[in-house]
Nanobody
Framework: QVQLVESGGGLVQPGGSLRLSCVAS????????IGWFRQAPGKEREGVSV????????YYADSVKGRFTISRDNAKNTVYLQMNSLKPEDTAVYYC??????????????????????WGKGTLVTVSS
């Protein structure tokens, strides 16, 4: 059974850091695109960062470039999102998602969320003083 479980959310002050973790089970990350999405209150879900295993490429939303870093640990089948210099506008529920890499589909297919077949339940990140 495929499962994605996020952890690491919490309350942090502006300028602070958090690291989110997503443990995948039921499949291996080697053949999947995996990434992070977020949804703030009253807003639509948006892509934050995606890692595409087929070519090692990474994608970031413009709003988080230079502040967030996606990484993975194959041995632990885990993906991380290191979030630095957090801002109040980063407050949201963060979801981990994964989808099989399909030849011919570029990063935007996964970054939009359409290519993601599996989703975690989310972890809340609140940035506030």
């Amino acid at each position: 059974q495929v499962q994605l479980v996020e952890s690491g959310g919490g309350l942090v002050q502006p300028g602070g850091s958090l690291r989110l973790s997503c443990v995948a089970s039921g499949f291996t990350l080697d053949y999947y695109a995996i990434g992070w999405f977020r949804q703030a209150p009253g807003k639509e879900r948006e892509g934050v960062s995606v890692f595409k295993s087929s070519d090692g490429s990474t994608y970031y939303a413009d709003s988080v470039k230079g502040r967030f870093t996606i990484s993975r640990d194959n041995a632990k089948n885990t993906v991380y999102l290191q979030m630095n210099s957090l801002k109040p506008e980063d407050t949201a529920v963060y979801y981990c998602a994964a989808g099989p890499v399909i030849s011919g589909y570029g990063g935007s297919y996964y970054f939009s969320g359409y290519g993601m077949d599996y989703w975690g339940k989310g972890t809340l990140v609140t940035v506030s003083s």
